[in-house]
């Protein structure tokens, strides 16, 4: 009984812990946003390109790097990028560098702002990232907006099929002859069987065939 009363109360401490863990990174004085462009040499908007935290040997400094391992964001149709770090008191003064298509940019942890208080304000930085080197066509606007205007045009056309009614043959006359009854075709002059008159208007003119209409005499 007593040991299970331990269990309980080890899986009790380790679920407090972690939450508070979760509860720290949430509080203001436990996070530091860095947000912005991405621009290309020309000051455009660079569209799709990842933003990440470089943790090579020399870049990012390691304690930093411990508590945001893998964060990462994308600039998207904007250009625009968002990095929600977690950060502590001590890591004021240390080196954030991020890696932008193989380009690095440099930004000094600034947590107590200009009046040496640590304010909630401060903890937001809008650092634009211009690149020396041009990333391409599928980084510009004409991109997008032509990948925009495919789908569109796809998912149209799409819609366009599944609503098009399937087109019925109007009429067929039926007339006779020595050797029986045979089917006048209404797109074209071949003489069928009845029988046979779904496969030909399916098969000869892309046209689901109704049933036989009226009787010549």
Not at 78 to 85: K, M, R, W
Not at 96 to 104: A, E, I, Y
């Amino acid at each position: 009984m007593s040991e299970r009363i331990t269990w309980i109360a080890v899986l009790a401490l380790i679920l407090v812990l972690a939450a508070g863990s979760v509860q720290a990174e949430h509080e203001w004085d436990h996070r530091y946003t860095i947000e912005g462009k991405i621009l290309s040499p020309d000051g455009n908007a660079v569209r799709w390109m990842n933003v990440e935290i470089d943790c090579s040997d020399g870049a990012t400094d390691q304690s930093l790097c411990d508590h945001n391992a893998n964060r990462s964001d994308g600039t998207g149709f904007f250009g625009s990028y968002e990095l929600v770090l977690h950060v502590h008191s001590t890591d004021d003064g240390k080196l954030l560098v991020l890696n932008v298509d193989g380009q690095r940019f440099e930004h000094t942890m600034d947590l107590i702002g200009p009046d040496g208080e640590p304010l909630e304000e401060d903890r937001f930085v809008n650092h634009d990232l211009r690149l020396d080197v041009d990333p391409g066509f599928w980084h510009s606007l004409a991109a997008s907006l032509l990948l925009a205007s495919v789908l569109l045009g796809g998912l149209l056309g799409l819609i366009i099929k599944i609503r098009k009614p399937k087109q019925k043959a109007s009429k067929i006359v039926t007339s006779y002859s020595s050797s029986g009854g045979f089917v006048d075709c209404p797109e074209c002059s071949a003489r069928l069987r009845p029988r046979n008159v779904e496969a030909h208007m399916l098969k000869a003119h892309g046209i689901e065939a109704s049933s036989t209409g009226e009787t010549e005499s």
